[in-house]
């Protein structure tokens, strides 16, 4: 028992299905219906894909707090090479991710390699890659071509399609985080630097191509944000970074690295878009959110560190 | 291989496209019957930056005097942040939840599609403050960004007699403002003697518009004009402009009618406030979805089948021009 509740997954599932139950009694007209759960997880699903990233990095042991520039500076790439250049969708969609990527790879290297702080590095980008967006959308960029907005405006079996690429990305980064040798060296990276170093583990260049693939997953968000909406905003995923992080550190990462697993990353987020939605039925506003989450940040933080404690005095 | 293979051509042939463009049908702009009325009368309220001073002084302060005086429910809902694809989230959710009425803060075109999808569902909505003119909303009331651009633009010329250095601020990369700043320049490009130094984002932030105009204070001495676009931009700018000892040389006009911005225009430090009617905005939009749920003014047998929306269109509230002469109308209100 008491391992399941140390288990962030496990409890974190457990509360999921709790809120959900006590929703579905008091909303049965409106909460547990196919169009709000469909919707809920459209409503989550770009952060998620982020938080993939977020969560592989923070089990590194770094972050990153430029992916809700990227998440507007892709979208805003993709359509104006699209809009400006004519350039075909398929042939914007990869310019855009090779875009995304070179953002990760100088995060990656002025870290891993340059010794730069991951916050400090960053916190920088954030600003240039903003900057960036702003300088290339404007005021947004509407009317973007049809099949660009096809890619998040088809439906499979009534489920938007940004729900079935969530769901991919973590389906895959699981596996590859469970099964590859590659993939789970991050947790040695994460659980001792030096000690993986010394071990072979090429951690530097571990390190950057997490930053990498990072930056290319925030970009994978940026583009289908823009193409659901049918307009590149500037102003898209302003704040993003910090939702990203409470989603996967709710997920059950650490800020000291090597802890966690791809699926938290969606739990967390997953937690997170549940709190709203209820707020929504009982039309409670949005600064409420931004309270109760932040305490329930704190309460899980805290009830980790009781629960450690009183495992080691067992 | 081959069951993968198979599965991804079934999960094809499952696929839906969006349509290529959006019905043109006036079914879709009518209003469903099948609308609550009476206890369970709901009409929501939903924005974005729903914590920002002025939306919650002028916008929700009178849609929610509107709801207690005609007893019924009013809810506001957005996120605390300037966040519209979260506006669009609540939006989608809320349309679930079959409110009688929907009033949107037109924060910015993208939120067209899900207009479409509440009109589509039968829900009379409202857009106020800018228009969403992409859209099937069933009305509009609010300002033209335009106008406030040309109303600074007309009152800096009348200030500087035609001539000298002028700089901007405000939110880089909102439709609306953007469009102010439209209407700002091409008031000015009339004027030659006038000369545009920058335009600066403060971000709705008074320590960055405070930042910035000290900054153009001291690369420009000569500066004689500043224009701010957001609600932030004018005590930022009064706050710099007062520090550096330039009340009065250095003209000021900017937009909305806070409490501080009266009182930096009592001082003489702003010049000019091009006031929006705010709570207007937000009174006659619920009126206006009060009135098409009731169907209190029918203009035929049957307004709904006739795809008849029978409250106006469109409705520009228009401005308020505040200077020292009538500051004192607006502070003891």
Not at chain 2, 183 to 193: Q, R, S
Request: proline content about 4%.
């Amino acid at each position: 028992m008491r391992q399941l509740v140390q288990e962030r997954t496990y409890s974190l599932t457990l509360t999921i299905v709790l809120i959900g139950l006590g929703a579905a009694l008091v909303f049965p007209q409106t909460f547990p219906t196919f169009g709000n759960w469909s919707q809920l997880l459209l409503n989550l699903s770009i952060d998620t894909i982020v938080a993939v990233g977020m969560m592989l990095l923070l089990i590194a042991g770094v972050f990153d707090l430029s992916v809700g520039s990227v998440v507007a500076f892709s979208g805003g790439i993709a359509a104006y090479t699209m809009m400006v250049y004519g350039i075909p969708v398929p042939v914007a969609v990869v310019l855009t991710l090779i875009g995304a990527g070179l953002i990760g790879a100088v995060n990656g290297y002025l870290i891993a390699y340059q010794g730069i702080n991951p916050m400090i590095q960053t916190l920088a980008m954030m600003g240039i890659v903003r900057g960036g967006a702003l300088l290339i959308s404007g005021s947004g960029i509407q009317n973007l071509p049809y099949w660009f907005n096809a890619l998040s405006q088809s439906r499979l079996l009534g489920i938007q399609m940004p729900v079935w690429y969530m769901l991919l990305i973590v389906g895959t980064f699981a596996f590859l985080m469970n099964k590859t040798v590659f993939f789970r060296r991050y947790y040695y990276i994460g659980g001792n630097e030096q000690a993986a170093d010394l071990s072979g583990i090429r951690v530097k260049r571990m390190k950057l191509w997490g930053f990498v693939l990072t930056s290319v997953l925030a970009g994978v968000a940026g583009m289908l944000l823009a193409s659901r909406l049918g307009t590149a905003l500037p102003t898209a995923g302003r704040g993003l970074e910090l939702r990203v992080i409470t989603a996967v550190i709710l997920g059950g990462a650490s800020l000291s690295g090597g802890h966690g697993k791809i699926i938290g990353a969606l739990l967390g987020a997953m937690f997170m878009g549940l709190v709203s939605n209820v707020m929504v039925l009982t039309r409670v506003s949005g600064y409420w959110q931004d309270i109760i989450l932040g305490l329930i940040l704190i309460a899980a933080v805290w009830s980790d560190k009781a629960l450690q404690k009183r495992g080691a005095l067992a | 291989m081959k069951k993968l293979l198979l599965l991804s051509l079934l999960s094809l042939a499952a696929c839906e496209l969006p349509p290529r463009q959006a019905s043109t049908t006036t079914a879709l702009n009518t209003v469903s019957d099948s609308t609550a009325l009476g206890a369970d009368e709901e009409y929501v309220m939903v924005t974005t930056a729903v914590t920002m001073p002025m939306y919650i002084n002028h916008d929700q302060a009178a849609f929610k005097r509107w709801g207690a005086k005609h007893g019924v429910n009013v809810s506001v809902l957005g996120p605390a942040e300037w966040d519209v694809p979260a506006q669009i989230n609540i939006i989608e959710e809320v349309i679930g939840t079959r409110p009688s009425g929907l009033l949107i803060n037109g924060t910015d075109p993208a939120i067209g599609p899900v207009i479409d999808k509440a009109v589509a569902a039968g829900i009379p909505t409202v857009v106020y403050d800018s228009d969403i003119p992409n859209s099937k909303r069933h009305a509009f009331l609010g300002t033209d960004w335009y106008e406030i651009g040309q109303m600074q633009g007309r009152e800096m010329v009348r200030l500087l007699g035609g001539k000298g250095k002028i700089a901007y601020l405000g939110i880089f990369g909102l439709n609306s403002m953007e469009t102010g700043f439209r209407g700002l320049l091409d008031v000015i490009k009339d004027y030659p003697g006038i000369e545009v130094v920058g335009k600066f984002d403060d971000r709705s932030n008074v320590e960055e518009a405070a930042r910035i105009t000290s900054n153009l204070l001291s690369a420009h001495p000569d500066l004689a004009g500043l224009c701010g676009f957001d609600s932030n931009s004018g005590p930022g700018i009064g706050l710099a402009v007062k520090e550096a000892g330039r009340v009065g040389k250095v003209k000021v006009t900017t937009v909305d009618w806070e409490p501080e911005h009266l009182q930096l225009v009592r001082e003489g430090v702003i010049q000019m406030l091009a006031g929006q009617k705010r709570e207007l905005f937000t009174w006659y939009g619920a009126q206006f979805l009060y009135d098409m749920v009731h169907q209190t003014n029918r203009l035929s047998a049957h307004d709904a089948q006739a795809g008849i929306t029978n409250v106006p269109t469109s409705v520009n509230t228009g401005l308020l021009r505040i200077t020292q002469a009538n500051v004192n109308e607006f502070i003891h209100r």
